[in-house]
């Protein structure tokens, strides 16, 4: 998936726009978009909107961002949402692994009471909203097996940090967020699930966010998370591989294919060795999805 745009779960509009949107996925939120006082309403209003759509075959992916486990309101989430069969869930504010696979046995419980396939409701994970969730990191690997993305957030940890602003006068984060970014990044990588972009905030600025979207992906992300649905022609053209870079990878896995066990090979007047193939791999598999 490219696109993931956050949706507010207490907006009817903006849930039925979000279905023209272009979006691979939708992120109904029933968190930091919905005040306190509307979140029951806005379970409700998820919930009747994931039963009106889940059974569609031509919809993006339909994933619930749950309140955070300190809240004590995700039971009550989850209890809204599981029945209507989301395709998963987004964390926000996790610690740890261990709080994954606290959700894990959360959604494992109630998969079960509604009858539905065990691991059928997938999990993305929101991994840096707190300077503590800096240092747990490499314990998501392995979590669960419903783990499918990671990414990140700076609007949180700015407020965590108690600093003035995440972004330097150019636009461009400042260098603790940078470093949540890029651990973001290797711990996705290194947890074998998707790294996924965090959003950019002004969503009338398009260079800015083609920019930033251009680093994202030269990085190593495969995806990007927005707030605006005139974010997401910009993320699904930038995440898109385009035909000739397709086609070099294909030519060069062939080219590794016909030299048999070749560490290194030829193609094109350049030598290229195992991480070049991983990296062809990557794309392709990308491209299949």
């Known amino acids: 998936m490219r696109s993931y745009l956050f949706v507010p779960g207490d907006a009817p509009r903006k849930l039925e726009k979000g279905l023209t949107s272009g979006?691979?996925?939708?992120?109904?939120?029933?968190?930091?978009?919905?005040?306190?006082?509307?979140?029951?309403?806005?379970?409700?209003?998820?919930?009747?909107?994931?039963?009106?759509?889940?059974?569609?075959?031509?919809?993006p992916?339909?994933?619930v961002r749950v309140n955070a486990l300190d809240t004590g309101v995700t039971d009550a989430d989850l209890d809204a949402v599981i029945a209507a069969k989301p395709d998963g869930i987004l964390f926000p504010k996790s610690r740890n692994g261990g709080d994954v696979v606290h959700l894990d046995a959360k959604i494992t419980a109630r998969e079960a009471l509604y009858d539905i396939d065990e691991g059928a409701?997938?999990?993305?994970?929101?991994?840096?909203?707190?300077?503590?969730?800096?240092?747990?990191?490499?314990?998501?690997?392995?979590?669960?097996?419903?783990?499918?993305?990671m990414t990140w957030?700076?609007?949180?940890?700015?407020?965590?940090?108690?600093?003035?602003?995440?972004?330097?006068?150019?636009?461009?984060?400042?260098?603790?967020?940078?470093?949540?970014r890029a651990q973001c990044l290797i711990a996705a990588v290194a947890a074998e699930v998707a790294p996924i972009d965090s959003i950019y905030p002004n969503f009338r600025d398009a260079e800015g966010l083609r920019?930033?979207?251009?680093?994202?992906?030269?990085?190593?992300?495969?995806?990007?998370?927005?707030?605006?649905?005139?974010?997401?022609?910009?993320?699904?053209e930038i995440?898109?591989?385009?035909?000739?870079?397709?086609?070099?990878a294909r030519r060069l896995i062939d080219a590794f294919k016909a030299a048999g066990n070749a560490g290194v090979i030829s193609l094109d007047g350049q030598m290229y060795d195992q991480p070049h193939l991983k990296r062809a791999q990557r794309l392709l598999a990308r491209v299949a999805k």
């Open 61 to 63: 992916r339909l994933f």
């Open 23 to 59: 979006a691979d996925a939708l992120l109904l939120d029933l968190e930091d978009s919905v005040a306190p006082d509307n979140k029951p309403k806005a379970r409700e209003i998820v919930r009747d909107y994931l039963n009106a759509h889940i059974g569609k075959s031509d919809r």
């Open 121 to 149: 409701t997938r999990i993305l994970v929101l991994v840096t909203e707190s300077a503590q969730a800096l240092f747990g990191l490499h314990k998501y690997r392995g979590s669960s097996k419903r783990l499918d993305g």
């Open 153 to 180: 957030g700076a609007e949180d940890l700015s407020a965590d940090l108690g600093a003035e602003t995440n972004r330097n006068e150019k636009g461009d984060y400042t260098d603790p967020y940078r470093l949540a």
């Open 239 to 248: 995440y898109t591989p385009g035909a000739e870079e397709i086609g070099k």
């Open 211 to 236: 920019r930033e979207t251009l680093e994202g992906r030269r990085d190593g992300f495969t995806g990007k998370m927005a707030i605006h649905p005139d974010q997401v022609p910009v993320i699904n």
